[in-house]
Each structure stands twice: as structure tokens, then as C-alpha cells.
């Protein structure tokens, strides 16, 4: 494993990690005027207030597990998920903010418990919440938008790119292969842990397979197969395509040669990490991909 691949990994992962995002945003509302940074922190106000309300006795349990988060990042990740679309189901924007800050418990209960804090929140005035209708859920809107340069950082920054280097070896079912993270559940699930045993060597032989781009591929443009009847839908798929082109390059000019990360559901079915490349995605993705190492097959 060269040192160089791992030293490049490792600023990519700091680039693309979380807290990296979060310190961008509330950059940007440090930036903002001063009604915004107002009701910034009216939101987390909100927040400290319903996590410290009088509750019936399942809802307290629930509130206790809150409290272990500290509010300014609920309220930065809160930021980060509205403010980043133009509307959108509450129960979406609920299950990215319970995963982004490390809500445990029950997947459902943990969704409520958000969906709840993202409510009490509206009072900030940063955004709105409709109410459900017959053919609709709950949804949500926001009033401010982020800096157009800290949008483009957000979407070029979404999702981690394949690994430079070979992931680290898996040894046990609370481990990664990224360089700067050593915990990470190989089991999909927020609440499908376990330590029972999985096949830890299935695992590593597939985050060892080294892969390239097909550069054939990526020069052809990307169609989408949904409809895009909207003026939302449109920007939304093309701002995916730039911050997907950005990634090919990045792949590219660091020498074509990239390894994937893999986990499991409960099942035991195997599942490709990534998103802007992978060997699941839609048959865009999967056309894009070739063996880095290639061996010419010929009839006997």
C-alpha cells in the first residue's frame, strides 16, 4: 500500500466527512445577516426546549437520548438538510438528520423523535411545515437559501468516492476500511447490530478488488430516466451530474485505480458503498466501471 494513496485517502475523507460540511455552514451563517444568525439560534433554543419538556413516560426516554446530542449540531444538521432543497416529506428529511447525528435506538422511535424536533423548531421561522393532506404527508419548506458556494461544496461532498487505497482489513463486525474512521457498523441498520458472526473474508476479499473508469463511458452524457417535467427536478439532476463529473476527474487524475467498501443488511445480502460510482447503481454507473487489472480472454 503506498503511503502517498493513503496520505491522498486521508484528505479526502476529511474533505468529505461531516464535520467538515457542518463547519461550512455555520461558516456561511456566521456570514449571513444578522435576522438569519437570529433565528439560527432561535432554532437551537427550540430544540433545548423540547428536549427538556414534561412528557409521558415513553416520549422521556426518547428525550433522554436526545439530550446525549448536542443541540447546535442537530440544529447545523437541520440547516444542512432543509436548506439544501426547496421542499420536501418531513419523514425524509427526519431519517438523513437521524443518521448524520448518531440518534440510537429504535429506527422508527428515532424518526418520530426528529420529526418531532424539526416541528418545535418551525417557531425559528427559518422554515415552514405544512400540514399533511389526503395524498400528501407533512412537508417541508424552507425560507433562506445557503450561500450558492456552500451548496455547490454540499452536493460535491454528499457522498464518499470509492478509496484511493485498499480499505483497511475488516476484523470484526464494528470496523472500516477507511483511514480515518475506525468504527463503522457492517451491518446496514441503525438498530441491526449485532455480534454474532458474518463473513468477515467475503468482505475484505471484495474491498480488495482494485477497479477503473471506462473514459468511453463518462464522455457520454448522462440521461435521466424519470421525467424531469419540473424546473426542481431539472436543476436537481444536473447539479448531481457536475458534482458526479468532479469525482470521474478527481478518480481519473489520481491514476484510475480505486477499491469499494462493502457492508451487509440483516440478511446477508452484500452491498457496494458509494453512490456517484458503484457497480449498483443505475446502468449508467455499472457501464462506467471495468477491472483495473485486465487479462485478455480468449476460446480454447
Known amino acids: 500500500m503506498s503511503i502517498v494513496d493513503v496520505l491522498e485517502q486521508s484528505l479526502v475523507e476529511d474533505m468529505y466527512s461531516r464535520k467538515e460540511i457542518?463547519?461550512?455552514?455555520?461558516?456561511?451563517?456566521?456570514?449571513?445577516?444578522?435576522?438569519?444568525?437570529?433565528?439560527?439560534?432561535k432554532l437551537v433554543r427550540k430544540i433545548v426546549e423540547f428536549a427538556n419538556g414534561n412528557y409521558y413516560d415513553s416520549k422521556m426516554k426518547r428525550m433522554f437520548k436526545l439530550k446525549q446530542i448536542q443541540p447546535d449540531k442537530i440544529a447545523s444538521e437541520i440547516v444542512i438538510s432543509i436548506m439544501t432543497i426547496d421542499s420536501a416529506p418531513i419523514q425524509g428529511i427526519a431519517g438523513q438528520i437521524v443518521n448524520n447525528i448518531g440518534l440510537k435506538g429504535d429506527i422508527f422511535e428515532c424518526i418520530r423523535t426528529v420529526a418531532e424536533v424539526i416541528y418545535a423548531g418551525r417557531k425559528s421561522k427559518l422554515y415552514k411545515v405544512y400540514a399533511a393532506s389526503e395524498d400528501e404527508c407533512m412537508h417541508i419548506e424552507s425560507k433562506y437559501n445557503l450561500d450558492?458556494?456552500?451548496?455547490?461544496?454540499?452536493?460535491?461532498?454528499k457522498y464518499l468516492p470509492p478509496m484511493l487505497c485498499k480499505p483497511m482489513r475488516i476484523t470484526h463486525n464494528n470496523s472500516c476500511g477507511y483511514i480515518n474512521q475506525s468504527k463503522e457498523s457492517l451491518i446496514l441498520g441503525s438498530?441491526?447490530?449485532h455480534d454474532k458472526e458474518i463473513n468477515l473474508d467475503v468482505i475484505n476479499k471484495m474491498n480488495g478488488v482494485e477497479y477503473a473508469?471506462?473514459?468511453?463511458?463518462?464522455?457520454?452524457p448522462e440521461v435521466s430516466k424519470k421525467p424531469l417535467d419540473t424546473l426542481d427536478k431539472k436543476k436537481s439532476f444536473n447539479d448531481r451530474v457536475i458534482a458526479s463529473k468532479s469525482v470521474y476527474k478527481e478518480l481519473?487524475?489520481?491514476?484510475?485505480?480505486?477499491?469499494?467498501?462493502?457492508?451487509?443488511?440483516?440478511?446477508?445480502?452484500?452491498?457496494?458503498?458509494?453512490?456517484?460510482?458503484?457497480?449498483?447503481g443505475n446502468s449508467y454507473r455499472k457501464a462506467m466501471l471495468m477491472l483495473h487489472k485486465q487479462e485478455l480472454i480468449t476460446g480454447v
Open 22 to 41: 457542518r463547519a461550512r455552514v455555520i461558516a456561511d451563517i456566521g456570514r449571513s445577516d444578522k435576522e438569519f444568525v437570529r433565528k439560527y439560534k
Open 148 to 157: 450558492e458556494e456552500t451548496l455547490q461544496f454540499i452536493n460535491r461532498t
Open 191 to 193: 438498530s441491526n447490530y
Open 213 to 220: 473508469l471506462d473514459e468511453r463511458i463518462i464522455s457520454l
Open 252 to 280: 481519473i487524475d489520481k491514476g484510475n485505480k480505486f477499491y469499494f467498501t462493502h457492508r451487509i443488511d440483516k440478511r446477508g445480502r452484500y452491498y457496494c458503498q458509494g453512490y456517484d460510482v458503484s457497480y449498483q
